[in-house]
C-alpha cells in the first residue's frame, strides 16, 4: 500500500515539475517576442516619433 502511495505522488511530482518547466518556457520566449516587436515598433519609427519613457527601452 505504501509503494502505491508513494509512486502516486511522485508521478504527481514529476507532473506537476513538467507543467512548471513549460510554463517556464513559455515565459522566455513570450518576453523574447514582445521585447523583440518592442525594438521593431521602435526602429519603424522615426526620431521625432518615438515616444519617449522608461518602458521604451531598458538597459540590462
Known amino acids: 500500500m505504501n509503494t502505491k502511495f508513494a509512486a ?3 508521478s504527481a511530482l ?3 515539475q513538467g507543467l512548471l518547466g513549460f510554463a517556464g518556457l513559455v515565459t522566455v520566449l513570450l518576453k523574447d517576442r514582445a ?17 519617449s519613457g522608461p ?3 531598458v538597459v540590462r
Open 14 to 16: 514529476l507532473y506537476a
Open 55 to 57: 518602458s521604451l527601452l
Open 8 to 10: 502516486s505522488v511522485l
Open 35 to 51: 521585447q523583440a516587436t518592442e525594438f521593431v515598433i521602435a526602429s519603424e519609427m522615426g526620431p521625432s516619433e518615438v515616444p
